[in-house]
Nanobody
Framework: QVQVVESGGGLVQAGGSLRLSCAAS????????MGWFRQAPGKEREFVAAINWSGAITAYGESVKGRFTISRDNAKTTVYLQMNSLKPEDTAVYSC???????????????????WGQGTQVTVSS
C-alpha cells in the first residue's frame, strides 16, 4: 500500500508557474505508476499527467500539453508536476494518485488508480 500527500499549491497570476509535489510512503514506490488529476468546482475529475515507474514514459492531458511536465525521483519517493504558463482555467484541486503497474504503463484513466491523496488547491488569477 502507498500513501501520497500533495503540496505546493497556491495562488498565482496567469502566466506564472507552480511546482506541485507528491510525497509517497510505503513499499516499492519505484514500482508504482503515478498520476495527477484535477477537479474544478462543478466539473468532473480530469486527467492531467501520468508517469510510469521508471520515469521513461509520460502522458499528458490535451489541455496541459506543452505547459506541464511530470517527473519523479524514486530515491526521494516523490513525483513532481511543473506547471508553466498557467491559465485561469487551470484553477482546480490537484490530486496525486498511485498504482502498482507494469514498467511500460502510465495510466490515464482515473479508475486505473488505487491510492489517492487529499489534493492541493491551485488558483490562477486573471
Amino acid at each position: 500500500q502507498v500513501q501520497v500527500v500533495e503540496s505546493g499549491g497556491g495562488l498565482v497570476q496567469a502566466g506564472g508557474s507552480l511546482r506541485l509535489s507528491c510525497a509517497a510512503s510505503g513499499r516499492a514506490f519505484s514500482r508504482y505508476a503515478m498520476g495527477w488529476f484535477r477537479q474544478a468546482p462543478g466539473k468532473e475529475r480530469e486527467f492531467v499527467a501520468a508517469i510510469n515507474w521508471s520515469g521513461a514514459i509520460t502522458a499528458y492531458g490535451e489541455s496541459v500539453k506543452g505547459r506541464f511536465t511530470i517527473s519523479r525521483d524514486n530515491a526521494k519517493t516523490t513525483v513532481y508536476l511543473q506547471m508553466n504558463s498557467l491559465k485561469p482555467e487551470d484553477t482546480a484541486v490537484y490530486s496525486c494518485a498511485a498504482r502498482a503497474a507494469a514498467v511500460g504503463w502510465a495510466p490515464t484513466n482515473v479508475y486505473d488508480y488505487e491510492f489517492w491523496g487529499q489534493g492541493t488547491q491551485v488558483t490562477v488569477s486573471s
